[in-house]
């Protein structure tokens, strides 16, 4: 692995995407891999352009820059395709967009195009190689990568204390279209009553964007008296 040159593009935003090249890149140097990370957005690309360049490897977390992209009609590479974003969630949002606008980034036909232009299709989820399957050609191979686990992390730490309830149920999903809580929030009230015990919901990673929609539902239909709602995202250290 010595030698090889591996750049990670992604906008420094904090996003799944952000989080997902950041672990691969950790992940990478701990492999002895000379991994970077680069923001496709950055005020100076003239310096990205000389230190990145020549790399073996150039993985597109969310963009690559506009001087990469005409950079790659000239290179004679291998493309790979790891598809991360939810099949659901790229078929939704395609859908939903604005078609008024010029120019939209249309998510499901780049689906299309990198299932049958890629030299290899990888997934890290069973489900989503399944789904992918029935979309390519018969004797196409969808190649299922599970993700490492980062078991220096991922070890028994002292307990900050229970959430409040119990039970007690927590939801810390981003709120993407297809991950939203409406469909809890709605039911809640018709469950927890007749939940055992004094059963409380925690839902976390709530946009603040969003409150206006969600709070006046849960206040009306009873659901904010047995939930805890906030836009909390915990950082490494409280995790």
Not at 2 to 15: L, Y
Not at 182 to 204: E, F, I, K, Q, S
């Given at each position: 692995?010595s030698?090889?040159?591996v750049?990670h593009?992604t906008m420094?935003n904090?996003s799944?995407?952000n989080?997902v090249a ?5 992940a990478?140097?701990s492999?002895g891999?000379?991994s ?10 003239e310096?990205?352009i ?10 597109s977390?969310?963009?690559?820059p506009?001087?990469?992209?005409r950079a790659?009609?000239?290179?004679d590479w291998k ?5 991360h974003g ?10 939903y967009?604005?078609?008024a606008r010029?120019?939209i ?9 990198y ?6 299709i ?19 191979p969808?190649?299922?990568?599970p ?13 900050l204390?229970k ?6 149920l927590?939801?810390?999903?981003n709120?993407?279209?297809?991950k939203?809580?409406?469909d ?5 009230p018709?469950?927890?009553?007749r ?6 919901l925690?839902v ?6 969003l409150?206006?929609w969600l709070f006046p539902l849960?206040n ?15 950082d490494a250290a409280?995790?």
């Amino acid at each position: 692995m010595s030698g090889i040159k591996v750049c990670h593009w992604t906008m420094f935003n904090g996003s799944g995407m952000n989080n997902v090249a950041e672990t691969m890149c950790a992940a990478e140097k701990s492999l002895g891999i000379d991994s970077h990370i680069a923001n496709p957005f950055a005020a100076k690309q003239e310096d990205l352009i000389d230190k990145f360049k020549n790399f073996d490897i150039h993985v597109s977390h969310t963009y690559f820059p506009e001087w990469f992209k005409r950079a790659l009609t000239k290179k004679d590479w291998k493309l790979v395709w790891l598809g991360h974003g939810t099949p659901e969630y790229i078929f939704y949002d395609s859908y939903y967009q604005d078609t008024a606008r010029h120019g939209i980034n249309d998510g499901m036909m780049l689906q299309q195009y990198y299932l049958s232009h890629s030299d290899a299709i990888v997934t890290h989820w069973p489900r989503h190689a399944a789904i992918y399957k029935t979309m390519v050609d018969k004797h196409t191979p969808v190649h299922t990568v599970p993700m490492g686990v980062d078991l220096t992390f991922w070890k028994p730490q002292p307990s900050l204390g229970k959430f409040s309830g119990s039970p007690s149920l927590l939801c810390a999903e981003n709120t993407h279209i297809i991950k939203l809580p409406y469909d809890l929030l709605v039911a809640w009230p018709w469950v927890y009553p007749r939940a055992n015990g004094n059963a409380v919901l925690h839902v976390t990673r709530f946009s603040m964007d969003l409150h206006r929609w969600l709070f006046p539902l849960i206040n009306r239909n009873g659901a904010s008296y047995a939930c805890h709602i906030s836009p909390t995202m915990w950082d490494a250290a409280s995790l």
